[in-house]
């Protein structure tokens, strides 16, 4: 696990954005449940996650089409509610970062760690406002 005070920013970083945090199985439940849209981001201290994958997700709220819900988990600190998101995103395999756009309930876009990693903020976005426009 990984002290708080190097974490807490990296988890400020989207929660000022908009996101919930979420730190159980049962609340990433509950939201997986919720009618609508949901973009979980699986956020870590990698340095793709702050290059790329947090300013990304954040860019990609600038779209007129946008999730019902944001929320993230924490790879490394949130241990429940990550493994509980990354059930929900089988059959692709775990990492991190790592974002899934969900509709009531059932994954529709998934972005691994391989389309996140050496590619700028502004192509995640893009391929996050894509995926809004046609599922929200």
Known sequence: MYPPEIVNPMKEDLTVAGFSQLDSAQEVQAVLALEGTTLVVVNSVCGCAAANARPGAKMSLQNDKKPD????????????????????????????????????????????????????????????????????
């Open 69 to 136: 819900h944001l929320v993230t988990v924490f790879a490394g600190v949130d241990t429940e509610a990550t493994n509980a998101v990354r059930a929900q995103m089988a059959p692709f395999p775990p990492s991190s970062p790592a974002m899934g756009l969900f509709k009531d309930g059932e994954l529709v876009h998934m972005l691994e760690r391989h389309h996140i990693e050496g590619r700028p903020a502004a192509m995640i976005a893009e391929n996050l406002m894509d995926a809004y426009n046609e599922f929200c």
